[in-house]
């Protein structure tokens, strides 16, 4: 056999004991995370993974008001008298979605919960389905980085193509590569703003990492990096 036609072989090899060891795992996470830290990144290549499906507050709730369900209802009435979705309403979604057949093979949580009344609840509610989370990750990025991240995104106003002035800037200065449209910064990406939303995630969310912490079940990643948050992921599964 042909050096190249071995090698061919072997990585084939290797993908079906890698599909297979995945398959077994069939993963229920959280993920936890400031804004810019990185948690879709992360979240898509997870799911690619194992399989699991990926779950946010804001994609349940758009389902449910879609799908016109008693508790979507209940949720379209809210947010069109401009009031927060209680979090008995979003639990009470969450408890459904959750009990779907493609939750079978894992799930993964993103952006929920965001506070500890909502991850007490969440825990009577697994408790109730008969099931534990496998881990909860919490992506740790420096604030200086997130909001150099951030504050060098621009976005073009007529598509929303996404591009960064440091690291993929559009060919020609403020104008689309794909549309010609305006390329601008939004207005909840500047300094000011991002400041803003990382001292709100901090007070709300951040008591969430001690809350997993004291349930045993926390993985902390400092890393910049996806392929080393995923690195550590597999790492605490395999031990
Ligand atoms: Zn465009």
């Known amino acids: 056999m042909l050096r190249a036609e071995k090698a061919k072989y072997r990585l084939k090899f290797l993908n079906i004991i890698e599909t297979h060891l995945n398959k077994e795992q069939l993963m229920k996470l959280i993920l936890l995370g400031a804004p810019g830290a990185g948690k879709g990144t992360v979240a898509k290549l997870l799911t690619k993974m194992d399989g699991s499906v990926q779950i946010s ?3 349940i709730l758009r389902a449910a008001v879609a799908a016109g369900t008693e508790l979507g209802k209940q949720a379209q009435a809210a947010m069109k008298a401009g009031d927060l979705v209680s979090d008995d309403l979003i ?7 959750l009990k779907e057949d493609d939750c079978k093979s894992g799930y993964l949580l993103d952006g929920f919960p965001r506070t500890i009344p909502q991850a007490e609840a969440l825990k009577v509610l697994l408790a109730d ?6 881990m909860v990750v919490d992506i740790q990025v ?14 073009c ?10 690291s993929n800037p559009p060919k020609e200065e403020g104008k689309c590569d794909k549309c010609g449209g305006a390329v601008t910064q939004r207005e909840d990406e500047t300094e ?11 007070e709300m969310t951040a008591p969430l990492a001690s809350f997993y912490e004291k349930e045993g079940n926390l993985v902390s990643v400092n890393a910049t990096s ?13 031990s």
């Open 91 to 97: 639990m009470g979604i969450m408890g459904e979605r």
């Open 192 to 202: 000011e703003a991002i400041s803003n939303r990382l001292d709100v995630y901090n």
């Open 57 to 59: 507050t804001g994609d």
């Open 142 to 155: 420096a604030k200086d980085v997130i909001l150099d991240r951030l504050t060098t995104r621009r976005t």
């Open 157 to 166: 106003e007529g598509c929303g193509e996404i591009y960064n002035v440091k």
């Open 129 to 134: 389905m008969g099931e534990e989370l496998d």
């Open 226 to 238: 996806s392929d080393a948050v995923i690195d550590a992921i597999k790492a605490k599964l395999a």
